[in-house]
């Protein structure tokens, strides 16, 4: 079956790293494009940024223009995003997603930024 599981959340001092990592497994990853979402409570769910099938940058979200960077390996059917310097409000849990013939969503992880 289909799965996207996320991985590499934490906890991380203000100024810190964090390297996420979505797994794929059940469908032709290197077919999709892939995207990765955040949400905070009550909040709309917000989207990050996203790749091409082929591993070129779709976009940012202008809040984490150059401190994230979304990157894939289709040999490993994994999607990464990089997140450097994070800040407080970058604390969300953290989802990647699959948008092709069909769209999936992963379970999420959660990322707290917080001295």
């Known amino acids: 079956q289909v799965q996207l599981v996320e991985s590499g959340g934490g906890l991380v001092q203000p100024g810190g790293s964090l390297r996420l990592s979505c797994a794929a497994s059940?469908?032709?990853?290197?077919?999709?494009?892939m995207r990765w979402y955040r949400q905070v409570p009550g909040k709309e769910r917000e989207l990050v940024s996203g790749?091409?099938?082929?591993?070129?940058?779709?976009r940012y979200a202008d809040s984490v223009k150059g401190r994230f960077t979304i990157s894939r390996d289709n040999a490993k059917n994994t999607v990464y995003l990089q997140m450097n310097s994070l800040k407080p409000e970058d604390t969300a849990v953290y989802y990647c997603k699959a948008v092709g013939r069909q769209e999936y969503w992963g379970q999420g992880t959660q990322v707290t930024v917080s001295s």
């Open positions: 790749i091409s099938s082929g591993g070129a940058v779709l």
């Open positions: 059940g469908f032709t990853f290197s077919n999709y494009v």
